[in-house]
């Protein structure tokens, strides 16, 4: 399954990975996908000036 939820707000220009540091939400799922599909999961996030927030969450087919 792949799943894309998105925003047209104005994004940020800071990296993807130091979001992962601001506040429990994002990484919590991180965690959490990665011990219910054994690291098959995927969380990408984009972001950048004008451009929104986009996050992708990949599940494995079979789980």
Do not use: C, W
């Not at 965690?31 to 929104?52: C, H, I, N, P, V």
């Amino acid at each position: 399954m792949h799943l894309i939820v998105e925003d047209n707000g104005g994004g940020q220009s800071s990296n993807t990975q130091s979001l992962f540091k601001q506040g429990i939400g994002l990484q919590n799922i991180q965690e959490r996908l990665k011990a219910l599909y054994d690291g098959k999961a995927k969380m990408l996030m984009s972001t950048g000036q004008d451009r929104g927030f986009k996050v992708e969450l990949i599940l494995p087919k079979n789980s």
